[in-house]
């Protein structure tokens, strides 16, 4: 699940939009992905503790807030490139 591109989004549209929360609906149109994928990002987002929904639980309403950073990408595995020649 592509949690980072969510969680960008809704950074992307608060800065946007200079407020404190987004709808569900905003991050939709914001990376052009359809409701359940979306759905599904934003919610391993909020099981990872990196948003948080606000709303009042009624169907597609979340109302989504930042909560945790997220860290910085680190690769644990060198590239392909890098291994070229090394054997």
């Not at 391993?44 to 948003?51: D, F, Q, R, W």
């Not at 606000?54 to 680190?74: F, H, N």
């Amino acid at each position: 699940v592509k949690v980072r591109e969510a969680v960008q989004a809704v950074e992307t549209a608060l800065a946007e939009k200079a407020g404190k929360t987004v709808m569900a609906k905003e991050v939709e149109e914001c990376l052009g992905l359809d409701k359940g994928t979306i759905s599904k990002r934003i919610k391993k987002a909020i099981e990872l503790g990196y948003l948080e929904d606000i709303g009042d639980g009624q169907g597609y309403s979340m109302k989504l807030k930042l909560k945790e950073p997220m860290p910085e990408d680190t690769h644990i595995l060198p590239a392909p490139s890098e291994l070229e020649g090394s054997a």
